[in-house]
């Protein structure tokens, strides 16, 4: 089946630094991704969905220059939380829109734990 | 707007029993319907779909059947085992793919 791997699962950062969160469909190319921010036992809030070559489109109330989104190609998203506070602390899920013929089917990453210090 | 209810929870159980977990939808076309599942520490996996009307999604001994006289997508599962303690999510999607959530339901196994 569709893989989506996402890296790193876990990371711990001090206050004002900018992390990196890497999203790729190992097996499949995925057009369209998104991004996802869970808070503790609460369901997933989309972030945003991203189009490879093009600008993500962020979902009410999500800062773009916070939270910025690059999908340079079919097999690779990347999210990158800037400046990095601890309210930004949270469960971060990525996920691809499956292959063809299967295409309203979201395959998702493990998901990354941020701690910001 | 469309919409996705689920039973609170957490549903405690003891190892064997039957499940149901609840889930109503609102909605003003005719999406898939899907229950996802989070164990533990990790990201979701999709449990099961069902795209039209009638349809049954099964994985896993579990099952859910999508109601449309009834709004109704519940999951089903006819002993549950201890490995089955997780978050389970109900969801739709349209052909656009974006998927509208349930707010989950923790669901434990007591052995």
């Known amino acids: 089946g569709a893989v989506v791997s996402q890296h790193p699962s876990r990371v711990i950062c001090k206050s004002g630094t900018s992390v990196k969160i890497e999203c790729r469909s190992l097996d499949f190319q995925a057009t369209t991704m998104f991004w996802y921010r869970q808070f503790p036992k609460q369901s997933l809030m989309l972030m945003a969905t991203?189009?490879?070559?093009?600008?993500?489109?962020?979902e009410q109330g999500v800062e773009k220059d916070k939270f910025l989104i690059n999908h340079a190609s079919l097999t690779l998203s990347t999210l990158t939380v800037t400046s990095a506070h601890p309210e930004d602390s949270s469960f971060y899920i990525c996920?691809?829109?499956?292959?063809?013929?299967?295409?309203?089917?979201?395959?998702f990453g493990a998901g990354t734990r941020l701690s910001v210090l | 707007g469309d919409s996705v209810t689920q039973m609170e929870g957490p549903v405690t159980l003891s190892e064997e029993a039957f499940l149901t977990i609840n889930c109503t939808y609102t909605a003003t076309g005719y999406p898939s319907l899907f229950w996802y599942v989070q164990y533990p520490g990790e990201g979701l996996q999709l449990l099961l779909k069902a795209t039209k009307a009638d349809d049954k999604g099964s994985n896993k001994g579990f099952e859910a059947t999508y109601r449309k006289e009834t709004t109704s997508f519940h999951l089903e599962k006819g002993s549950v085992q201890v490995s089955d303690s997780a978050v389970y999510f109900c969801?739709?999607?349209?052909?656009?793919?974006?998927?509208?959530w349930g707010a989950g339901t923790k669901l434990i196994i007591k052995p």
């Open positions: 996920s691809a829109r499956g292959p063809s013929g299967s295409q309203n089917i979201q395959y």
């Open positions: 969801a739709l999607s349209y052909s656009n793919y974006q998927l509208i």
């Open positions: 991203s189009n490879e070559g093009s600008k993500a489109t962020y």
